[in-house]
């Protein structure tokens, strides 16, 4: 079965959820063949071949360079067709899922989000997926011969199997009605590290008193090369931008550490890091929701706590 992955890229490199689908998709068997669409370093490209791609395609026309949902829809579609593709995998992403939703549409594919494992082909083909924000998971069946698996971040282990591969330009096919909505700008979150792709999340709330306190919360991210991000009532303060949000209304992590200082544990804010593998919470009230869904908890001043646990990281490196 031969299987078509869509790689997204920021600034020219590959995103680790892509390199994620690329993994996926060899480890399903059989031919993998990555694509990306817009600017991307070519050695970029070329690296997917250590993950499993055995063809990697490039449609590297600038009016891609902005991520529009209908025109990528229309290239996939094509390359679909082109590489006879049965399967595209790619990632459940703010992208990847538009995307995803529109492509099986257009071909009549059957189409699963937020898939966490491999296919079961034993008795048809059926995927299980994350549901009621990771709470719980589904067994579905995806019974059209066009089939189209969006996967949750790190539903996959990452390995090199292979070499690096040979990048073939690719000429997608798109119509002038594809972009006619037009992005007249874009912002950009800034950081060293985006949430989406980070690994390791320190995150504050309430209980750092205020704006000026976050500088503890930066420098033990900086040690651990992690990402930060903040509660609801942080961002809606003004005390952090919006980009950092995390929760069921804002972004919505999976990494392999969470930490959460001073957040009491609001069911909003878990329903968007209940995915990450290992929670650890610091908190000085022991009864604090946030506990209950954490693999380690700490009770204590955080003013106290942070500075003494960044200079026991610092020590250990």
Same mark, same amino acid.
């Given at each position: 079965?031969?299987?078509?992955?869509?790689?997204?890229?920021?600034?020219?490199?590959?995103?680790?959820?892509?390199?994620?689908?690329?993994?996926?998709?060899?480890?399903?068997?059989?031919?993998?063949?990555?694509?990306?669409?817009?600017?991307?370093?070519?050695?970029?490209?070329?690296?997917?071949?250590?993950?499993?791609?055995?063809?990697?395609?490039?449609?590297?026309?600038?009016?891609?360079?902005?991520?529009?949902?209908?025109?990528?829809?229309?290239?996939?579609?094509?390359?679909?067709?082109?590489?006879?593709?049965?399967?595209? !995998?790619?990632?459940?992403?703010?992208?990847?899922?538009?995307?995803?939703?529109?492509?099986?549409?257009?071909?009549?594919?059957?189409?699963?989000?937020?898939?966490?494992?491999?296919?079961?082909?034993?008795?048809?083909? !059926?995927?299980?997926?994350?549901?009621?924000?990771?709470?719980?998971?589904?067994?579905?069946?995806?019974?059209?011969?066009?089939?189209?698996?969006?996967?949750? *971040?790190?539903?996959?282990?990452?390995?090199?199997?292979?070499?690096?591969?040979? !990048?073939?330009?690719?000429?997608?096919?798109?119509?002038?009605?594809?972009?006619?909505?037009?992005?007249?700008?874009?912002?950009?979150?800034?950081?060293?590290?985006?949430?989406?792709?980070?690994?390791?999340? !320190?995150?504050?709330?309430?209980?750092?008193?205020?704006?000026?306190?976050?500088?503890?919360?930066?420098?033990?991210?900086?040690?651990?090369?992690?990402?930060?991000?903040?509660? *609801?009532?942080?961002?809606?303060?003004?005390?952090?931008?919006?980009?950092?949000?995390?929760?069921?209304?804002?972004?919505?992590?999976?990494?392999?550490?969470?930490?959460?200082?001073?957040?009491?544990?609001?069911?909003?804010?878990?329903?968007?890091?209940?995915?990450?593998?290992?929670?650890?919470?610091?908190?000085?009230?022991?009864?604090?929701?946030?506990? *209950?869904?954490?693999?380690?908890?700490?009770?204590?001043?955080?003013?106290?706590?942070?500075?003494?646990?960044?200079?026991?990281?610092?020590?250990?490196?």
């Amino acid at each position: 079965m031969a299987k078509l992955v869509f790689v997204e890229s920021a600034e020219g490199k590959i995103k680790a959820t892509s390199i994620e689908a690329v993994c996926y998709a060899h480890a399903m068997g059989g031919p993998v063949t990555a694509i990306a669409l817009g600017a991307a370093e070519k050695s970029e490209l070329e690296s997917l071949g250590k993950y499993g791609a055995s063809k990697i395609l490039h449609a590297a026309d600038e009016k891609l360079n902005h991520a529009s949902v209908q025109a990528y829809t229309s290239v996939l579609s094509q390359a679909m067709q082109d590489e006879q593709a049965d399967v595209l !995998v790619l990632a459940n992403s703010a992208l990847g899922t538009p995307v995803a939703a529109r492509l099986a549409a257009r071909i009549k594919a059957s189409l699963a989000s937020n898939v966490v494992s491999l296919p079961d082909s034993t008795s048809g083909f !059926v995927v299980k997926k994350s549901i009621y924000t990771g709470k719980a998971f589904s067994y579905i069946e995806l019974k059209n011969q066009k089939k189209i698996i969006a996967i949750r *971040k790190n539903a996959v282990e990452i390995k090199e199997t292979g070499s690096a591969g040979q !990048v073939t330009p690719y000429s997608g096919l798109y119509a002038a009605e594809d972009f006619a909505v037009n992005i007249l700008s874009s912002e950009k979150a800034s950081g060293d590290i985006l949430l989406p792709e980070a690994n390791i999340v !320190v995150s504050g709330g309430r209980g750092l008193k205020g704006p000026e306190n976050w500088h503890l919360l930066e420098t033990l991210a900086k040690t651990l090369n992690a990402a930060t991000a903040c509660s *609801k009532p942080v961002s809606d303060m003004g005390w952090r931008p919006h980009h950092e949000h995390v929760g069921q209304t804002g972004v919505k992590v999976a990494p392999q550490l969470y930490i959460a200082v001073g957040i009491s544990g609001a069911i909003q804010h878990l329903a968007g890091v209940n995915s990450s593998k290992c929670i650890v919470v610091i908190n000085k009230d022991p009864e604090a929701p946030f506990f *209950k869904a954490a693999d380690y908890g700490i009770v204590g001043d955080a003013f106290e706590i942070i500075p003494k646990l960044t200079e026991a990281i610092k020590a250990a490196k």
